[in-house]
């Protein structure tokens, strides 16, 4: 259970009003973080210009990011983020095999040698201190690009903030990944 409960649809305005029915359009429902930061509107403004804007990033194989997330999510520890990534990441062509590999996936042989790299950049982003090997950046940003590289970075940033922000407020899983292959946090 959150620590905050969400604000009523009918205690909000009309832009978090929007901001609700447009969740209840893609996600189905509300999600239980997003009616927590409706509490303070800049703060949801802010997420939802970066959400919104970040959906028109194209230059990285959706896969790819959706891995990083989940990935991140797992680390941080944040079960709703695991939740939603679980099944946003199916729903983006990730395997149920790739997903369950997260874990252990230095040694799998169902991930590229690129998704791994990926994932590395991920962990390094994701630790504390974070301590980015100059090697790893270079070998991605050869292969992927400078726009796609920078979107991977963007994407593992937000994905810090997503789920450590919802970890913090007690934003648990709603069931986003039901009948899903669905992690559990790192230990």
């Known amino acids: 259970m959150a620590f905050i409960d969400p604000r009523p649809v009918h205690a909000a305005g009309l832009f978090i009003r929007l901001v609700y029915w447009f969740a209840k359009r893609r996600l189905g429902r509300v999600p239980t973080p997003l009616g927590i930061m409706a509490h303070n509107r800049a703060v949801l403004a802010a997420s939802a210009a970066f959400e919104l804007g970040f959906e028109r990033a194209r230059h990285l194989d959706p896969k790819l990011k959706m891995l990083a ?8 520890g944040c079960r709703f983020c695991i939740d939603i990534g679980s099944a946003l990441a199916r729903a983006s062509g990730v395997s149920e095999a790739a997903l369950l590999d997260l874990p252990v996936y230095e040694t799998s042989e169902r991930l590229s040698d690129l998704e791994k790299r990926a994932l590395d950049y991920a962990v390094a982003m994701t630790a504390t201190p974070l301590q980015v090997p100059r090697p790893l950046f270079e070998h991605l940003r050869t292969t992927l690009g400078v726009p796609a590289m920078l979107e991977l970075t963007a994407a593992i940033a937000w994905e810090n903030y997503r789920a450590r922000f ?6 648990t899983e709603e069931g986003y990944s039901d009948n899903v292959v669905c ?5």
């Open 69 to 76: 997330e989940v990935k991140v999510a797992t680390l941080v």
């Open 183 to 187: 992690l559990l946090p790192a230990h």
């Open 166 to 171: 919802n970890h913090a407020v007690g934003a």
